[in-house]
T-cell receptor, first 114, second 114 residues
Framework: DQQVKQNSPSLSVQEGRISILNCDYT??????FLWYKKYPAEGPTFLIS?????DKNEDGRFTVFLNKSAKHLSLHIVPSQPGDSAVYFC?????????????FGQGTILTVHP | DVKVTQSSRYLVKRTGEKVFLECVQD?????MFWYRQDPGLGLRLIYF???????EKGDIPEGYSVSREKKERFSLILESASTNQTSMYLC?????????????FGNGTRLTVT
């Protein structure tokens, strides 16, 4: 039972344009969401997060949007840069899980072309 | 900066062997986690530990065990390796039990079981 889903395995965009990565979840108990970025041969690194009391959070070129009614979140990268090429994972948790374990999506491979 | 170190980047083992994957963190974190990453499945939690000698099963604990004798070290054990345990294994730590603090990951161990 995949509670966090990233339905696009890959995304290709041109440098300077917007990248939009999407994530859907099924567990209405989730109230905290994170995005991680992963380069080959490295571990995932934390990118940005959002609490369910918000619908938007920005950090530089990265913005995460949360639509609780649709159980959907998205990550916007503007402008996209070749160095953003990586695998992006969304993850979710809620206070009731054992020690806040994260449930991850399948990942989306982003390729930014120069 | 938090450093999570996994002792091996690549391992090749034979079916039936007992395999130890080691992880060390240098920030006195209470919580440590083992995930595996597989294409199309994302990151799935195997086991986690919230204190020395304490452990809890994650979503896919079958075929694995763990050991945490010291706070900084968390070991994943494959009692009898099988080919379906060929995967990328990622260790992570977190300093607070607060469910909304990010995990810090190591660079991963790519295990191949032949």
């Amino acid at each position: 039972d995949q509670q966090v889903k990233q339905n696009s395995p890959s995304l290709s965009v041109q440098e300077g344009r917007i990248s939009i990565l999407n994530c859907d979840y099924t567990n209405s108990m989730f109230d905290y969401f994170l995005w991680y970025k992963k380069y080959p041969a490295e571990g995932p690194t934390f990118l940005i997060s959002i609490s369910s009391i918000k619908d938007k959070n920005e950090d530089g070129r990265f913005t995460v949007f949360l639509n609780k009614s649709a159980k959907h979140l998205s990550l916007h990268i503007v402008p996209s840069q070749p160095g953003d090429s990586a695998v992006y994972f969304c993850a979710a948790s809620y206070g009731g899980t054992s020690y806040g374990k994260l449930t991850f999506g399948q990942g989306t491979i982003l390729t930014v072309h120069p | 900066d938090v450093k999570v170190t996994q002792s091996s980047r690549y391992l090749v083992k034979r079916t039936g062997e007992k395999v130890f994957l080691e992880c060390v963190q240098d920030m006195d974190h209470e919580n440590m986690f083992w995930y595996r990453q597989d294409p199309g499945l994302g990151l799935r939690l195997i086991y986690f530990s919230y204190d020395v000698k304490m452990k809890e099963k994650g979503d896919i604990p079958e075929g694995y065990s763990v050991s945490r004798e010291k706070k900084e070290r968390f070991s994943l054990i494959l009692e009898s390796a099988s080919t379906n345990q060929t995967s990328m294994y990622l260790c992570a730590s977190r300093g607070s039990s607060s469910y909304n603090s990010p995990l810090h990951f190591g660079n991963g161990t790519r295990l191949t079981v032949t």
